[in-house]
């Protein structure tokens, strides 16, 4: 009996060891879970302002100020954003060039990338570099001589202005990120496609465009999103009402001495909601081209 007991007594310490490590990385678990809940509840604090003052009324914001509860639901500020701005031709032009960016911009991107990292050019890290560079110029230093080319074709206050500007723009950050993971495509592939006859234009489609579909379709994404958030070259190259974009619809409801702050958070309101559908509509495409890309 006592060389039983004396067998079995390192089994229960193990056994307790083993549930005091579990409640320990459980307790970890908690800890990094609550402030995940505390950073998305501050995340998540200025939509909430911004939906208590979208639905109060001029009164009860400049009565109660804007962190208190609406007295009553007033849905006259969205009606009244709806109305001004006349927010459906906004919605489509936003949703027009933004859709048209991404999709040209990833075209253009992997073309371009497709030459540097692959067709080996020469001074291809140059070539790479001065694509980042180009990305990093402000806008500002970029307006006057776009707005006087858009003049000069005659693509003033045209949607194709503004679409074939940001394709360029965001097609040199594709470029640049395409070009990396093309530069390390696996040499076999290439060969074995061009031992069977096939061209570089049939390479691309056929071998390495499936291959980067999941990347591809990240970036079409992000191209959407940054464009659709764009604000000072549309409102410089868009000067009427039946061009302009929904970022441009929000800054006219503000005046120089006077800002109706319960219709603009109405009109924030109203605004993000495309922009949430489409990113829940589209995240599981997200998240697989993400991964995708990590398991390569």
């Known amino acids: 009996m006592a060389v039983a007991t004396s067998v079995r007594a390192p089994r229960l310490r193990l056994r307790h060891s083993g549930i005091d490590s579990r409640y320990r990385r459980g307790a970890g678990r908690w800890l990094v879970l609550a402030v995940a809940v505390l950073v998305g509840l501050v995340i998540l604090a ?3 302002i911004m939906l208590l003052n979208a639905v109060k009324s001029p009164q009860d914001y400049s009565a109660n100020g804007p962190l208190s509860l609406p007295s009553s639901i ?24 933004s859709a048209v960016v991404a999709v040209l911009g990833a075209l253009l991107s992997l073309l371009n990338a497709y030459a540097i990292g692959i067709g080996r050019v020469k001074g291809r890290l140059w070539i790479v570099t001065l694509f980042l560079l180009a990305n990093m110029l402000p806008q500002e ?65 056929q071998v390495v465009f499936p291959i980067m579909r999941p990347t591809l379709s990240v970036l079409m994404i992000f191209f959407f999103i940054w464009t659709w958030n764009e604000f000072f070259i549309p409102l410089v190259m868009l000067t009427t009402n039946d061009t302009q974009t929904i970022p441009i619809a929000l800054a006219s409801l503000q005046g120089d001495r006077m800002m109706d702050a319960p219709t603009i958070n109405a009109g924030t309101l109203v605004s993000l909601v495309p922009a949430v559908v489409f990113f829940l509509i589209f995240q599981r495409t997200l998240t697989r081209g993400v991964t995708a890309g990590a398991v390569k």
């Open 46 to 48: 200025p939509f909430g």
């Open 141 to 205: 230093a970029l307006i006057y001589p776009l707005f006087t080319m858009a003049q000069s074709v005659g693509l003033s206050n045209s949607q194709w202005s503004v679409i074939i500007i940001f394709t360029v723009i965001q097609s040199a950050f594709g470029t640049y990120l395409l070009s990396s993971v093309l530069g390390t495509f696996p040499p076999a592939l290439l060969e074995a496609a061009a031992l069977d006859g096939a061209s570089r234009w049939r390479i691309l489609w």
């Open 74 to 97: 007033y849905l006259d500020g969205v009606v009244a954003f709806w109305e001004r701005t006349e927010f459906p031709v906004k919605l489509w032009n936003s949703v027009f060039i």
